[in-house]
């Protein structure tokens, strides 16, 4: 049995795990985690990375370049352990986990900070980015938004230590219907990531939305549950979205990204060159997500096209437009007060 397969069958323990954890608090890096209490050069660290998506995403092939960098350039000081796709723990629980040093490490989607960090939402407005090339400038660390993301008092205080942000992609709206003009989505049922901003967005557009875990997803979509949702190219192909949906609308309307975080405890608990490689490896495992992310996409969309489930309309200009015009500036004025003045700002004076 590979190393990756035992730790998909041990991620049910997690749980009961969890549960104790938050009985008894949080678990230092060297009482259970894998952390060696000699003391010295020989001490050794296991870091748990949990994330919800299969490794073959953006987000999964970027784990492993991390899990093999950082366990070479350590010679094996620390211990990196990846589980993909909800097998250590889901949407549900995988916050409160990382708070309590149950798992080390998380890349989770910006949304899934609405209640940790409000101001994380910025991510989620509608048309921050036109094209992936955008990304790296508008959130930058030096820029509001970087700010928000890279020096965030909130995550802090929850103990969390932000390492980096990785690109799922720009998102693509599917359905069983074509979407070629808001009107074509009233009445409609759409899943989301768990944020007030996505919610206004799909009511502005006269649909109504409905926070799933990304887990059970495709479930809820074959059982008719919800018509439709967003999300991108590599997550829609990876969880076999688009073989219980007809139709996609390349709209590139919002994006996923996710936030690299390492619990605060375990990684004060590591000794300063230890701390020095993690962050280095953790900004390079970065560009290497970003300069892979485009590629990967594109490869799911032609395995979608390649399957014949779903009929991909690309939207044009007026389309797209159309879309715009419903949401900006009107859902950034509506989340000024959440994610502040200096943010929105700065990104409608982009818009201009």
């Known amino acids: 049995m590979t190393k990756r397969s035992l730790r998909t069958l041990t991620g049910v323990v997690a749980i009961g795990a969890l549960a104790l954890t938050a009985c008894g608090g949080a678990r230092s890096g060297d009482s259970g985690d894998g952390g060696d209490a000699s003391g010295g ?4 660290f296991t870091l748990k990375f949990s994330h919800v998506t299969t490794d073959s995403t953006p987000k999964g092939t970027a784990a492993i370049w991390f899990e093999e ?3 070479k350039r350590t010679d094996g000081r620390i211990d990196v352990e990846v589980y993909s796709n ?18 080390q490490m998380l890349a989770p989607a910006s949304a899934k900070f609405t209640t940790v960090a409000p101001a994380l939402q910025v991510l989620d407005l509608p048309f921050l980015f ?4 955008d990304i790296p400038s508008v959130a930058a660390p030096d820029t509001e938004v970087g700010k928000a993301i890279f020096a965030n008092p909130d995550l802090e205080d929850k103990n969390m230590k932000v ?3 990785w690109d799922s992609g720009m998102k693509q709206i599917h359905s069983n219907n074509l979407t070629q003009k808001p009107a074509d989505m009233e009445g409609k049922k759409y899943r989301i990531q768990p944020s007030d901003v996505l919610k206004s967005q799909i009511e502005a557009w006269g649909g109504s939305a409905e926070a799933i875990a990304f887990a059970e997803v495709y479930s809820a979509l074959q059982q008719g549950v919800i018509d439709g949702g967003e999300n991108t190219y590599s997550n829609i192909e990876s969880q ?3 073989t219980v949906q007809s139709n996609i609308a390349e709209s590139n309307h919002g ?8 619990n605060t405890e375990f990684f004060d608990s590591l000794p300063e060159d230890l701390q020095e490689i993690l962050v280095t490896t953790a900004e390079e495992a970065s560009t290497y997500n ?7 996409n594109q490869e799911s969309k032609e395995t979608i096209e390649a399957d014949g489930t779903s009929e991909i309309n690309v939207w044009t200009d007026e389309e797209r437009q159309a879309f715009k015009d419903v949401v900006v500036p009107s859902i950034y004025e509506q989340y000024r007060d959440v994610i502040g003045d200096e943010i929105i700002d700065e990104l409608l004076a982009a818009q201009e």
């Open 41 to 44: 050069d020989g001490e050794t």
């Open 69 to 71: 960098e950082l366990e």
């Open 86 to 103: 909800s097998s250590l723990y889901g949407d549900k629980d995988e916050m409160q986990a990382v708070q309590q040093n149950s798992v």
């Open 130 to 133: 036109d094209t992936p090339d």
């Open 163 to 165: 390492l980096g942000l």
């Open 240 to 242: 076999k979205m688009h």
């Open 255 to 262: 994006y996923i990204g996710y936030i690299l975080v390492v």
């Open 290 to 296: 970003r300069d892979n992310v485009v590629a990967l």
